[in-house]
Each structure stands twice: as C-alpha cells, then as structure tokens.
C-alpha cells in the first residue's frame, strides 16, 4: 500500500468540501473527528481493531501528483487556485488511534483526528475503507477462531476474496485475530506470517491412480505431507492409500513429523470419526485430520459438538467475505472545533431520533477499567482528555442511558489502562507498527482479559461502555441547548 498514492482513494464530497473551506474566509478551523463503530459484527460480544499500519502508509504518503490535478481539473468543479494548492498538500495533524489487536467496543473512537478542517476532511474516506474492512475480518476470524477450541485454524480464502487487496488485508486481519496460517503466498511475504497449504484434487486426477499421487506428494513433502483424501471414495480409497503411504514413509525410516488427512466434502462429522478409527488402528495416532468445505464458526462449533476428530480448520470464503455479515458499520465524526481566541476545543455533537446516533462530543480519550483481582475487563470509560483518575480513589461507574444503572468501585479494586495512544504529531509519524505475529501475540492477550460469556458466539455479554461524569453532563447540556433554541 506504501508504494501506491492512494490520495485520490476519496469521496468526490471530501474534495467539494475541502475547495469550499479554501475559498471561505477563516473556514479551514483546526478539528476534532472521531472514527468509530456502532454495532458489533454478528452479534458478536466485542470487535477486533486492524488496519492501522496500512492508515500509516497512506497518511505518510498523502500528496496529489500532477496526474491527480490534471483528472481533477477534468471533473469540472474546482477552481485553479485551489488545484494549485493541491500541489504541496500535506498532512500536518495530529491523530491517535488504538493499538492494532486490540479488543474494542461500539462507540468508543478507534481513531481521533486533530488537524485543519481540509486535512481531517480528506482522510476520511481512506480511514473507514482500511479499519472498516480488516476490524470486519479480524472479528469474524476471532469467532472463527474461538468455534475451533485451541485447533488450528488456516485462513484459505484468496480466491473468493473481492478483489486482490481485500485478499492480501484479509489474511493479515485474520493472522492477527488467531489464525495460524495462510494460503496467501503475496501476504505471507508483504508481512511474514506463516504460509501453509496442501494439494488440490487435481493434483490427484492428473497421475494415474490415487497411491501413486500420494507417494509422489509424499516424496516431495516428507515433512509436510497432508494428503487430500476426498478425490475418489474417502473410507474405502483415500484413507486406506494415505495410512498405506505413512506405512511406507515408517518403514523407510522417515520421520512422520506433520503428517495427516484433509477431508473436503461430505459429512465431515461421521468422516473424520471413521478415518481416527483406520489411521488410530495402523498406530498413526497423532495425524493431522484437516477439513475444509465451505467452513464457518457455526458449522466448525456444530462439528466440534458432534465429536469430530478434526483438529485442523482451512476457512476460506466465509472467513475473507464475512459473508453473514459483511460491512463494519464505522462512520467518522465531527467531536470538537478549535476556538483560536481562547484555544480550546468547542464541543459539538450530531442529533439524530435515534438514540444511537447521537454522538460523544469533545476531546475524549478512552479508558480500560480491568478488575484487579481477576485482570478481565470490568468496563470502558470514555472520558475527555483532561480528565484525570487515581486507582486508590473510588470510581462510580453508570449506564450513559439508564443513569440509575450504577456500579461502584472501591479503591485499590481495580487498574486502569488509556487505549488511545499518539501515532502522528504535527503530521510526523511518531509510532512504529509491531510486526503481524507480534501484533497476534497482543491480540491474544488482549483476548485472555475478556470473560468467556462475552466471547460465546451466541447472546454473548455485553460490556458496557460508560461515559465520565463530565462528558456526560456535557453531552446533556449540548442536547438542552439544540432542544431549547
């Protein structure tokens, strides 16, 4: 994505918007805009933040080249001037962000942006395209993950993917949210994640018979040979021919250290039992039995409820689509103006009859409350940024919507942690992006704070997410204020 400018990667509104604060005397007022989500995906008890080095590169790389100007010029709504001006933009902000791998909940910004009006206009679009689309995947491949029980789960969907990029991203979101592998061979390189695959049924169509395919595999792949045994008859052919290949690799003295079955159609419950049985029987206990198929959390949760002997998932379409679910719902919002006499932020907020979609004004930071004790997730607090808390004070936690709702805190009963870190400053990048597997590492700590009913796929609890006492007040009075006008 570094090598691509992507400036253009914009909505035609973003430029309009931007030529109308140019020409507009004093309009281009330093802002506030939160990138945020409303809804989990899938009804799921938390969502999965990536996409953040990729938002890096672009902001890193925001420029028109003289081809941008030219097409612009084309469209035939913006004036010389400001296409002259177009020719040294750059970003000159500042913006925060929560760490990739991070787990996060509706209404709390992802990304903050604090920056010229133009600026913060323009790199909207581009945000909510990369964070929308890898958050999507990342939570989808977390149930995924969670469906298998400790198994391993290889991501195998490039080639149902919309398009090359959703791909390449894809499989990155999904290496962070737990999976082991991908069949990407493009993001195994781009980002150093591991690479895993088999063979296809063609491999075994195109030798004569189905033994001498699995020798010749075999033979090749000593070390990693998982052999597809669905091609002809699974029980009475494909089975039989693989334990009869792991015998011969036994008797040569080579080592059977990841070797296996992959089972890729039919009914994969009473398959995989009847395969543990033969291979089981032969002394190859410790097999690999792989399955694929069209593969999802219900389905993989459903196998696993019926005692398959599956211990390898390869998911492909559902997992890189996020097909039962397949947008993100993150929108970007207006938080805060500058006022240049008295240098402080101006609140604002938008209104809406539904009470969703009112939105959080100011300048806010977010905090993790975590039981100390326990060290899982007790809330998140949303709070402005010169709020300031002490560990051993109380701290009153209610419902922003049913304000009777109250959990108190006694001190030293709880840690805190602030999710919104720097990551641009005056438009130089101040943060550097942790490596995928390093970020998977993170991901699955950050998991391991989340109480097991708020990661069950189904009605899963919900954690809340309080606003401080004066964002709130704040909030009311903005509402009084737009109410009584």
Partial sequence: ???????????????????????????????????????????????????????????????????????????????????????????????????????????????????????AQLVETAILNIINHQSLIATKASRIVHAARNDGVMEFGLRRAQGPDAGIYGARAAMIAGCIGTSNVLCGQMFNVPVKGTHAHSWIMSFPDELTAFRTYAKLYPSACILLVDTYDTLKSGVPHAIQVFKEMRE?????????????????????????????????????????????????????????????????????????????????????????????????IKLSENEEKITNPGNKTIYRIYSRESHKVIADLICLVDEHYDETNSLLLFDPV??????????????????????????????????????REYCQKEKETLWEETKRLVNPHEVHVDLSNELWHMKQQLLDDYHFE
């Fill in 1 to 119: 994505m570094s090598q691509r400018n992507l400036t253009l990667l914009t909505d035609l509104y973003e430029l309009t918007m931007m030529q109308g604060y140019f020409h507009a005397e004093n309009a281009n007022e330093t802002v506030i805009f939160d990138a945020f989500f409303r809804t989990n995906p899938d009804g799921n008890g938390f969502s999965i933040a990536a996409g953040l080095e990729q938002v890096i590169d672009y902001v890193k790389n925001l420029h028109f080249d003289q081809e941008d100007i030219n097409y612009l010029r084309t469209v035939g709504l913006f004036t010389e001037d400001f296409l002259e001006y177009l020719k040294t933009f750059r970003f000159t902000g500042d913006i925060y962000a929560v760490p990739e791998g991070t787990i996060v909940f509706p209404r709390e910004p992802l990304i903050k942006v604090i920056a010229p009006i133009m600026q």
């Fill in 252 to 348: 040569a003295g080579i080592p059977l250290t990841f070797y296996g079955i992959r089972l890729d159609s039919g009914d994969l419950a009473y398959l995989s039992k009847e395969a543990k049985k033969m291979l089981d029987a032969e002394g190859f206990t410790d097999a690999v039995i792989s399955a694929s198929n069209d593969l999802d959390e219900h389905l993989i949760s459903s196998l696993k409820d019926q005692g398959a002997t599956i211990n390898s998932w390869g998911v492909g379409t559902n997992l890189i689509t996020s097909k039962d679910c397949p947008s993100f719902g993150g929108v970007y919002k207006l938080a805060a103006i500058l006022d240049r006499d008295t240098g402080k932020f101006i609140p604002k």
């Fill in 402 to 439: 049913a304000t009777w709702k109250k959990t108190l805190l006694a001190p030293g009963t709880y840690t805190m942690r602030e999710l919104l870190i720097p990551i641009f400053k005056d438009g130089v990048c101040v943060y550097e992006s942790p490596k995928v597997m390093e970020i």
